[in-house]
Protein backbone atom coordinates (compact mmCIF):
# COMPACT_ATOMS: atom_id res chain seq x y z
CA UNK A 1 0.00 0.00 0.00
CA UNK A 2 0.99 3.27 -1.53
CA UNK A 3 0.96 6.44 0.93
CA UNK A 4 1.73 9.73 -0.29
CA UNK A 5 1.29 12.62 2.63
CA UNK A 6 1.25 16.14 1.34
CA UNK A 7 2.55 19.41 3.56
CA UNK A 8 3.47 22.72 3.14
CA UNK A 9 0.13 24.11 1.87
CA UNK A 10 -1.47 27.49 3.55
CA UNK A 11 -2.09 31.21 3.02
CA UNK A 12 0.36 33.50 1.61
CA UNK A 13 0.07 36.75 -0.10
CA UNK A 14 0.52 37.28 -3.90
CA UNK A 15 4.47 37.89 -4.76
CA UNK A 16 5.29 34.76 -1.74
CA UNK A 17 6.66 32.16 -1.89
CA UNK A 18 5.70 28.38 -0.33
CA UNK A 19 7.22 24.90 -0.87
CA UNK A 20 5.02 21.32 -0.61
CA UNK A 21 6.53 18.45 0.70
CA UNK A 22 5.08 14.68 -0.56
CA UNK A 23 6.50 11.86 1.79
CA UNK A 24 6.02 8.49 0.59
CA UNK A 25 5.35 5.55 2.62
CA UNK A 26 8.21 3.98 1.13
CA UNK A 27 10.90 3.79 -1.24
CA UNK A 28 10.08 6.40 -4.33
CA UNK A 29 12.86 4.70 -6.57
CA UNK A 30 10.17 2.32 -7.83
CA UNK A 31 8.10 5.17 -9.44
CA UNK A 32 8.79 5.90 -12.69
CA UNK A 33 8.03 9.50 -12.05
CA UNK A 34 6.43 11.49 -9.78
CA UNK A 35 4.84 14.76 -10.20
CA UNK A 36 2.04 17.58 -8.53
CA UNK A 37 -1.42 18.71 -9.51
CA UNK A 38 -4.11 20.92 -8.63
CA UNK A 39 -7.33 21.41 -8.80
CA UNK A 40 -10.01 24.06 -8.11
CA UNK A 41 -13.17 23.73 -7.76
CA UNK A 42 -15.29 22.77 -10.49
CA UNK A 43 -12.07 22.53 -13.11
CA UNK A 44 -10.03 19.21 -13.78
CA UNK A 45 -7.20 18.40 -11.89
CA UNK A 46 -3.95 20.04 -14.01
CA UNK A 47 -0.58 18.73 -14.51
CA UNK A 48 1.65 21.31 -12.23
CA UNK A 49 4.92 19.67 -12.45
CA UNK A 50 6.79 16.33 -13.22
CA UNK A 51 10.11 14.57 -12.39
CA UNK A 52 10.60 11.30 -13.97
CA UNK A 53 13.04 8.10 -12.40
CA UNK A 54 16.49 10.21 -14.27
CA UNK A 55 15.81 13.53 -12.86
CA UNK A 56 14.63 14.83 -15.69
CA UNK A 57 11.84 17.71 -15.05
CA UNK A 58 8.70 19.08 -16.84
CA UNK A 59 6.04 22.04 -16.36
CA UNK A 60 2.84 23.36 -17.20
CA UNK A 61 3.74 26.58 -19.48
CA UNK A 62 2.20 28.81 -16.72
CA UNK A 63 4.39 27.67 -13.72
CA UNK A 64 7.85 27.83 -15.54
CA UNK A 65 10.30 30.28 -14.03
CA UNK A 66 8.02 30.04 -10.85
CA UNK A 67 7.96 26.95 -9.47
CA UNK A 68 10.41 23.98 -9.39
CA UNK A 69 9.96 19.99 -8.34
CA UNK A 70 12.93 18.14 -6.61
CA UNK A 71 13.14 14.77 -5.19
CA UNK A 72 15.24 13.53 -2.35
CA UNK A 73 15.65 9.77 -2.80
CA UNK A 74 16.93 9.19 0.52
CA UNK A 75 13.95 10.99 2.24
CA UNK A 76 11.72 9.53 -0.07
CA UNK A 77 10.07 13.19 -0.54
CA UNK A 78 9.26 15.15 -3.33
CA UNK A 79 9.01 19.26 -3.73
CA UNK A 80 7.58 21.67 -5.33
CA UNK A 81 9.22 25.11 -4.25
CA UNK A 82 6.56 27.62 -5.68
CA UNK A 83 7.91 31.24 -6.05
CA UNK A 84 6.30 34.48 -7.00
CA UNK A 85 2.32 33.10 -6.59
CA UNK A 86 -0.36 34.73 -7.99
CA UNK A 87 -3.89 33.91 -6.74
CA UNK A 88 -4.68 31.82 -9.82
CA UNK A 89 -2.42 30.03 -7.81
CA UNK A 90 -5.05 29.21 -5.35
CA UNK A 91 -5.81 25.60 -5.70
CA UNK A 92 -5.66 21.75 -4.04
CA UNK A 93 -2.31 20.61 -4.87
CA UNK A 94 -1.80 17.05 -5.21
CA UNK A 95 0.89 14.27 -4.88
CA UNK A 96 0.98 12.22 -7.52
CA UNK A 97 2.93 8.35 -7.93
CA UNK A 98 3.12 6.50 -11.29
CA UNK A 99 4.34 3.34 -11.39
CA UNK A 100 4.48 -0.03 -14.20
CA UNK A 101 3.51 -3.19 -12.80
CA UNK A 102 3.68 -5.48 -15.82
CA UNK A 103 1.71 -3.33 -18.46
CA UNK A 104 -0.60 -1.30 -16.61
CA UNK A 105 0.14 1.89 -14.87
CA UNK A 106 -0.46 2.51 -11.26
CA UNK A 107 -1.38 6.00 -10.08
CA UNK A 108 -1.20 6.90 -6.33
CA UNK A 109 -2.46 10.39 -4.99
CA UNK A 110 -2.40 12.04 -1.79
CA UNK A 111 -4.99 13.89 0.28
CA UNK A 112 -4.36 17.09 -1.19
CA UNK A 113 -2.94 20.08 0.54
CA UNK A 114 -4.72 23.70 0.10
CA UNK A 115 -2.63 26.40 -1.39
CA UNK A 116 -4.35 29.83 -0.97
CA UNK A 117 -2.91 33.09 -2.50
CA UNK A 118 -4.79 36.47 -1.31
CA UNK A 119 -3.94 39.60 0.51
Known amino acids: QVQLVESGGGLVQPGGSLRLSCAAS????????MAWYRQTPGKQRELVAR???????NYADSMKGRFTISKDNAKNTVYLQMNSLKPEDTAVYYC?????????????WGQGTQVTVSS
Open 96 to 108: NAAEWIGVRLANY
Open 26 to 33: GSIFRFNA
Open 51 to 57: INDGGLT
